[in-house]
């Protein structure tokens, strides 16, 4: 009897730290039904561990050479015998798929290397941060088979802009790691066979963040960027930061700035150097 097929694989440390990875490296990472499937599946379950704070990060990843290629050729000969139906029941997949990633309660690292193409370019617009390899590329290719980057432009089109979005959906181009960062779509770049450290670096930073105000502040950030500067989006701000005062992690973590020490969520390992404080 045949195994099924393993797409993704989910693995969750003793700090909270969760590592979301794809698995399909003789495909290039390239996702189809099955994959998307799995990866919705994860996130929804890391939804609900982010909000009890049983996961305070997460790491997207991908194994091989290429963060993904897109979508998966096979697939795509699969859809052409789709019906109208059938196109739109998948595509609705793909769609809570950048939902699911883009609205985790806790803050997502994108670790990418080598091919970035199509529906992966959503993936990483919809983490909060980006970091690359070097020798990275990206690019928005459904236009060059007919297709257009549908599911992924509300997120892509957000992190680089209407114009950059344009030129870059409409081209096809094939851009390198350094342009990805310039227009907003990478945070940094380091040299490929750094990637892996810096990634951990970025983790640990993220680990000496309170977990109820980096939950918060993302969900905040969500509601400001579709709220006009108006006094009820005022008073919204003030609301959160109220109540992250008055909270145990907020009373906690100012408790610890004031002793110099550092704040209870903060690991071990991390708790090397005092919290710092403005001269």
């Excluded at 590329?137 to 297709?147: P, W």
């Excluded at 005062?245 to 004031?258: C, I, M, T, Y």
């Amino acid at each position: 009897m045949t195994e099924p097929r393993q797409s993704s694989r989910l693995e969750i440390d003793q700090h909270g730290v969760a590592h979301l990875t794809l698995l399909r490296p003789e495909v290039h990472n390239a996702f189809d039904d099955l994959l998307i499937a799995e990866l919705n599946q994860h996130l929804e379950s890391l939804h609900a561990r982010a909000s009890r704070d049983e996961v305070r990060v997460v790491v997207l990843a991908s194994e091989g050479k290429s963060f993904s290629a897109g979508a998966d050729l096979k697939w795509m000969q699969r859809m052409v015998e789709y019906s109208l139906e059938d196109n739109l029941a998948d595509s609705r997949e793909l769609a809570r798929l950048m939902q699911l990633l883009d609205e985790l309660p806790c803050p997502s690292v994108c670790r990418v290397q080598g091919a970035t193409f199509g529906g992966a370019v959503g993936l990483a617009a919809c983490c909060d941060i980006v970091i690359a390899a070097e020798r990275a590329r990206f690019c928005l290719s459904e236009v060059r088979i007919g297709l257009a980057p549908a599911a992924i432009s509300p997120y892509v089109q957000r992190a680089i802009g209407s114009r950059h979005m344009r030129r870059y959906a409409l081209s096809a181009e094939v851009i390198d790691s350094a342009t990805a960062q310039r227009i907003g779509l990478v945070h940094e770049t380091c040299p490929d066979e750094l990637l892996e450290a810096r990634i951990t670096e970025m983790v640990q930073t993220l680990l000496a963040t309170s977990p109820a105000a980096s939950r918060a502040t993302k969900a905040l950030l969500s509601e400001v960027a579709q709220a006009p500067a108006s006094a009820a989006t005022r008073e919204r701000c003030c609301e959160v930061i109220s109540q992250l005062r008055v909270s145990e992690q907020g009373q906690a973590g100012l408790a610890a700035f004031f002793a110099g020490t550092p704040a209870p969520w903060v690991p071990t390992e991390n708790q090397t150097t005092e919290t710092s404080k403005p001269s």
